[in-house]
């Protein structure tokens, strides 16, 4: 058995290789940015009304047990459909997370939201990890997500986090929630009055794999996250958009044809992901 160290005085507490299992050398998101590209480059052949007739709603539950979570207090921080906002909403938005965040910034180009999202990119890593392009001076340099918050001197109000999929195959969940937290704590710094919103991490189809776990078993996995991040949101006062139950047949899997992967979205879809925040706008 492993210890996991945690330094009081650090932002991040490091996670060890114990906690991370195979996760890095095991992964099948780490592709590169072409490779992306061309899954959700391809319109795909399911209609709206079969995605329709797929997609769950209610499909985050307890892991300890099979009811919904039912607590008033955690069902209220679900961000609820709205009036579908305009572009001025995403002018002061700021979304990070990996490659699937990375798949939605390319579909949705024309957004004025800021995107640093990056391949492979965990949550422990957004001050470590030199993921993000960004010109400086004229000069093409790699940054981390906070040093680019940095460089771009903008102020965000609503900050979307999209993380969990490369964190699957840490050994403890509770390791990954706290890196979640440390994460927001870090953008609170910078962001006092911003309003944070937790992304539910979306399904994968049932033959495809993420980090350590096939099929069937991600997304038991994802489950038992996503319901560990609605309770961390509801305890700190956050918002949580449900992009599981939004794209979850009702088998709990991302249905066939929706990537070309198994995991990235193709571009409809993705679009079909920014419209539902649209939709479900903070207030």
């Given at each position: 058995?492993g210890?996991?160290?945690?330094?009081?005085?650090?932002?991040?507490?490091?996670?060890?290789?114990?906690?991370k299992?195979?996760?890095?050398?095991?992964?099948?998101?780490?592709?590169d940015?072409?490779?992306?590209?061309?899954y959700?480059?391809?319109?795909?052949t399911?209609?709206?009304?079969?995605?329709?007739?797929?997609?769950?709603?209610?499909a985050?539950?307890?892991?300890?047990?099979?009811?919904?979570i039912s607590?008033?207090?955690?069902r209220?921080?679900i961000?609820?459909?709205?009036?579908?906002v305009g572009?001025?909403?995403?002018?002061?938005?700021?979304?990070?997370?990996d490659s699937r965040?990375?798949?939605?910034?390319?579909?949705?180009?024309?957004?004025?939201?800021t995107?640093?999202?990056?391949?492979?990119l965990?949550?422990n890593?957004?001050?470590?990890?030199?993921?993000i392009?960004?010109n400086?001076?004229?000069e093409?340099?790699?940054l981390?997500?906070m040093?680019a918050?940095?460089n771009?001197?903008?102020?965000?109000n609503?900050i979307?986090?999209m993380?969990?999929?490369?964190?699957?195959?840490?050994?403890?969940?509770?390791v990954?929630?706290k890196?979640?937290?440390?994460?927001?704590?870090?953008?609170?710094?910078?962001?006092?009055?911003?309003?944070?919103?937790?992304?539910a991490?979306?399904?994968i189809?049932?033959?495809?794999?993420?980090?350590?776990?096939?099929?069937?078993?991600?997304?038991?996995?994802?489950?038992?996250y996503?319901?560990?991040?609605?309770?961390m949101?509801?305890?700190?006062?956050?918002?949580?958009?449900?992009t599981?139950?939004?794209?979850?047949?009702?088998n709990g899997?991302?249905?066939?044809?929706?990537?070309g992967?198994?995991?990235?979205?193709y571009?409809?879809?993705?679009?079909?992901?920014m419209?539902?925040?649209s939709?479900h706008?903070m207030?």
């Amino acid at each position: 058995l492993g210890i996991l160290r945690i330094d009081k005085n650090a932002v991040f507490a490091p996670v060890s290789p114990m906690e991370k299992g195979r996760a890095d050398t095991d992964v099948v998101l780490s592709v590169d940015e072409a490779e992306i590209m061309n899954y959700i480059g391809t319109e795909s052949t399911v209609s709206d009304t079969t995605m329709e007739e797929t997609t769950n709603s209610s499909a985050i539950k307890d892991p300890n047990g099979d009811e919904p979570i039912s607590d008033d207090d955690i069902r209220n921080c679900i961000l609820k459909e709205t009036e579908k906002v305009g572009d001025e909403y995403f002018e002061d938005v700021l979304f990070v997370g990996d490659s699937r965040m990375l798949g939605l910034s390319m579909s949705c180009k024309d957004s004025k939201a800021t995107f640093y999202a990056a391949v492979a990119l965990s949550i422990n890593q957004i001050d470590t990890k030199k993921a993000i392009k960004a010109n400086i001076n004229g000069e093409q340099v790699n940054l981390t997500v906070m040093e680019a918050i940095e460089n771009d001197k903008k102020q965000y109000n609503k900050i979307y986090l999209m993380f969990g999929l490369n964190e699957l195959g840490w050994s403890y969940p509770s390791v990954f929630i706290k890196s979640m937290k440390s994460a927001i704590d870090r953008l609170a710094e910078d962001y006092p009055d911003a309003k944070f919103c937790v992304m539910a991490i979306m399904p994968i189809a049932e033959d495809a794999s993420a980090s350590i776990y096939k099929g069937t078993a991600a997304n038991e996995r994802i489950r038992e996250y996503n319901s560990m991040l609605l309770k961390m949101a509801s305890e700190n006062g956050l918002s949580y958009l449900d992009t599981y139950g939004l794209f979850a047949d009702e088998n709990g899997c991302l249905p066939s044809g929706y990537a070309g992967d198994g995991v990235h979205l193709y571009s409809e879809y993705n679009k079909k992901l920014m419209d539902y925040i649209s939709t479900h706008a903070m207030e």
